[in-house]
């Protein structure tokens, strides 16, 4: 069993940072990619950043130069800052955990919202 818990959501004013952090537990040790999603009213989820077990990441080019992942092994979490925020950042942001050899995220958090005002 897995489990996969998100925080750090919240209001934040055009400009301004946040910081998630998504804090893994349980049979964690075949978890190959860590990643960021996100989900708007309306929209389709999407890829945000992603962190593989040995530190390589990836950005979607919206939150490139803004946006950065990192990991803290011993804590079993991985942080989401967020940087320069804009109105089009609000969205319900899930941490998700792929599998070595898994097709797809085998496990979802249960998501943290973020609104940006203008």
């Known amino acids: 069993q897995v489990q996969v818990v998100e925080s750090g959501g919240g209001l934040v004013q055009t400009g301004g940072s946040l910081r998630l952090s998504c804090v893994t537990s349980?049979?964690?040790?075949?978890?190959?990619?860590t990643a960021w999603h996100r989900q708007a009213p309306g929209k389709e989820r999407e890829l945000v950043a992603s962190?593989?077990?040995?530190?390589?990441?990836f950005y979607a080019d919206s939150v490139k130069g803004r946006f950065d992942i990192s990991s803290d092994t011993a804590k079993n979490t991985v942080y989401l800052q967020m940087n320069s925020l804009k109105p089009e950042d609000t969205a319900v942001y899930y941490c998700?955990?792929?599998?070595?050899?898994?097709?797809?995220?085998?496990?979802w958090g249960q998501g943290t919202q973020v609104t940006v005002s203008s």
């Open positions: 349980g049979r964690i040790s075949n978890v190959y990619i």
């Open positions: 998700a955990l792929l599998e070595y050899g898994g097709l797809d995220y085998s496990y």
């Open positions: 962190i593989r077990r040995g530190g390589r990441t």
